[in-house]
């Protein structure tokens, strides 16, 4: 059925309409994106401050054992935590990462106890036939990262302490760059093993003036700054994953917008032409209704 020239005018300003809005979300989405990397910026000082920190302790401690860690367990599972997204619009923001983590986790001969960050990711996971054992909310801002961070620190920990787990890996979208897209990574946060700390040791002292930590602290101060390396590194990925996220969403609109408009093109031409057309046959009917009258 051909379209007349009222239905091409109510799609011709439908479409206008959702032009704009596609146009409002990719502002929303480029402004988030720069929030979530100010933010992951913003934490390369403090994070490099907590280093030193942790240099500075483990020059003077022989093991991390005393902070209160656990040693490796291959008989226990491994705690997973998959960051991914609440709502839509995202592409194939978390079935990429979902289908990365099940390549992944198939490769490893261990039980799971798998944390989903985001409804979406936590339907994509059952989809997958896992079963995830909590479910945490994506923030909505860079001011709610701290209360999921405290959360998922108090969960996993309660996990750890009673012996369920005793490795923890975060799986997440990580951003290419400015204007570009992401990619799916993963990284161990537990346990701090011997490789960790030896590499801590191998980092150079920034100045000539070597700090001693006093012996009856060393071990509060050690224990204070672990729990800060854990926050900051939660912290760093969640904001990396809300960052890919807008990214994500960006590109969707970007592809949308482009869509719009290459319809919008074809409805006008298709518009002016229907109404050159009425035009033509309003005209052709005055010429020959003259023409007749002169006969």
């Known amino acids: 059925m051909s379209d007349t020239s009222e239905s091409l005018r109510r799609k011709i300003s439908g479409a206008t309409d959702l032009q704009s809005v596609v146009r409002t979300m990719k502002a929303l989405a480029a402004s988030s994106i720069s929030q979530y990397e100010n933010a992951v910026g913003s934490l390369q000082d403090y994070y490099r401050t907590v280093e030193l920190g942790l240099v500075a302790c483990l020059r003077q401690t022989k093991s991390l054992e005393m902070a209160g860690s ?3 367990s291959t008989e226990k599972a491994i705690g997973v935590v998959v960051f991914g997204s609440d709502q ?17 986790l198939a490769q490893w001969p261990h039980d799971y106890h798998i944390w989903a ?15 995830p054992a909590g479910l945490f909310s994506v923030p909505g801002s860079v001011k709610t990262i701290s209360t999921l961070i405290a959360r998922m620190l108090i969960e996993t920990e309660n996990y750890r302490e009673s012996g369920a787990i005793d490795q923890l890996y975060l799986f997440h979208n990580r951003p290419l760059g400015k204007g570009a897209s992401y990619q799916t990574t993963y990284q161990r946060l537990l346990p701090l093993d011997a490789v960790w700390q030896q590499q801590l040791r191998a980092m ?7 700090p001693e930590v006093a012996l009856l602290s060393n071990e509060q101060t050690l224990k204070a700054l672990i729990r800060e390396y ?7 990925v969640c904001a990396e994953s809300l960052a890919s996220e807008n990214t994500s969403r960006l590109i969707a609109m970007q592809r949308a917008e482009k869509n719009i408009k290459q319809q919008l093109d074809e409805w006008q031409l298709s518009y002016h032409h229907l109404r050159q057309n009425s035009i033509d046959a309003e005209l052709f009917d005055l010429v020959s209704g003259f023409e007749a009258l002169n006969q």
Not at 88 to 104: K, M, P, R, S, Y
């Open 70 to 72: 656990p040693v490796s």
């Open 117 to 131: 960050v985001g409804e979406r990711m936590y339907l994509r996971l059952e989809d997958s036939g896992f079963h």
């Open 88 to 104: 839509g619009l995202v592409g194939q923001f978390n079935d990429v990462l979902a289908e990365f983590v099940v390549n992944t």
């Open 230 to 236: 854990l926050f900051v590194s939660l912290f760093r």
């Open 204 to 210: 150079p002292w920034p100045s000539n003036n070597v």
